[in-house]
């Protein structure tokens, strides 16, 4: 079965860095587009980023341009998201999700994870 497994989250300071890892099974990992999405309290899901499956390709919303950069590793079914210059409107619950085809969708997911939480704070 499929299985999406997100690490990585925990607390960080405004202006630090973590880096998010989603670890992929069940499916042929370098057939698929993944994304990253978050949910912060009392908000919906936003799409974060996303990644074509031979990894290619990369988008990248507009909150996140330039401070987050996702990739993958197709030897290790493993996806990742660096994320820099974090800000506290970056805390969320951080997601993976496999698209159904091999180029990323912003909304339609046939697979998630179970998150992994991050924290901005000072």
């Known amino acids: 079965q499929v299985q999406l497994v997100e690490s990585g989250g925990g607390l960080a300071q405004p202006g630090g860095s973590l880096r998010l890892s989603c670890a992929a099974s069940?499916?042929?990992?370098?057939?698929?587009?993944m994304s990253w999405a978050r949910q912060a309290p009392g908000k919906g899901l936003e799409w974060v980023s996303g990644i074509w499956s031979d990894g290619s390709v990369t988008y990248y919303s507009d909150s996140v341009k330039g401070r987050f950069t996702i990739s993958r590793d197709n030897a290790k079914n493993t996806v990742y998201l660096q994320m820099n210059s974090l800000k506290p409107e970056d805390t969320a619950l951080y997601y993976c999700?496999?698209?159904?085809?091999?180029?990323?969708?912003?909304?339609?997911?046939?697979?998630w994870g179970q998150g992994t939480q991050v924290t901005v704070s000072s």
């Open positions: 999700a496999k698209s159904p085809g091999r180029v990323p969708s912003r909304s339609d997911y046939d697979y």
């Open positions: 069940g499916f042929t990992f370098s057939s698929y587009g």
